[in-house]
């Protein structure tokens, strides 16, 4: 992240808390991560780290209950829901480890979706070129279910760059995917975000994917490790 340059995320002692029977659950205890406009940031830690739950405060998704989290220049811990969405809409690609498509819709319908939902003209024509830069020029017309596992991740990650983000957001990207389609599936996203110049913040579990990224960060417990070392997957 160069020096001058406005953090696209900016957390601070962020916390993220849910009532139980048992009392308050921590799950984000005091968390501090700055993510700086083309960069990629990959997020490591056990299962129940708190990873999918960052994800989903830097998404608008859940609500801080303590601390601070600035995304592309919102106050997440007060902006409305309204807020938010819009946020998602114009300036957030998310990417799912299970694809999140509409079984129903094309392809090029499924990636075109946030453009409808945005108002914007020439959705169609946006998202088969978008298609056609991650290799599936050929599956306009294809529902999920005629796709692999590979081809509906690759429409995911179409579908989260098409309105030409300022961020993207991926959890677990190839965690369905065998090792050779999960590479080709992050080569896309990777080749993707330096031709944007978007952040992008990859949740994973695999250490080879995690090393191709620009900077490694280990959470555990909630709260982010010195040493990304210090954690196993």
């Known amino acids: 992240m160069h020096a001058s340059a406005e953090p696209l995320v900016a957390l601070d002692d962020l916390r993220l808390s849910y009532p139980s029977p048992e009392g308050e659950v921590e ?3 005091g968390l501090d991560l700055a993510v700086g406009p083309g960069e ?5 830690g056990p299962s129940g780290s708190g990873k999918s739950s960052l994800i989903a405060v830097i998404g608008g998704l ?9 995304v592309l220049g919102i106050a997440m811990e007060s902006a409305d829901e309204r807020a ?27 990636v075109a979706l946030p453009l409808v939902l945005a108002g914007e ?11 056609r830069e991650v290799g ?30 300022r961020l993207v957001l991926a959890d677990e990207p190839t965690g369905n995917l065998d090792r050779r389609t999960g590479d080709i599936v992050a080569q896309v996203m990777f080749s993707l975000t330096r031709a944007s110049g978007a952040g992008l913040v990859l ?10 990224c620009d900077r490694v960060i280990a959470i555990d417990a909630g709260r982010a490790l010195a040493d990304p070392q210090a954690v196993a997957p």
């Not at 938010?84 to 499924?110: C, K």
């Open 62 to 70: 859940e609500t801080p209950t303590g601390g601070r989290a600035r």
């Open 203 to 212: 949740v994973t579990h695999d250490e080879a994917l995690a090393r191709r």
């Open 40 to 44: 990629i940031v990959a997020v490591m």
């Open 136 to 165: 599936l020029g050929h599956r306009l017309t294809h529902r999920p279910s005629a796709l692999s596992g590979g081809e509906q991740q690759r429409v995911a990650v179409a579908r989260a760059f098409v309105a030409g983000p």
């Open 84 to 110: 938010r969405t819009r946020l998602r809409r114009r300036e957030i690609g998310i990417v799912f480890q299970a694809y999140h498509l509409v079984p129903a819709m094309t392809a090029l319908e499924n």
């Open 27 to 29: 799950v984000l205890r």
């Open 121 to 131: 003209s020439g959705a169609e024509e946006a998202a088969a070129a978008m298609l």
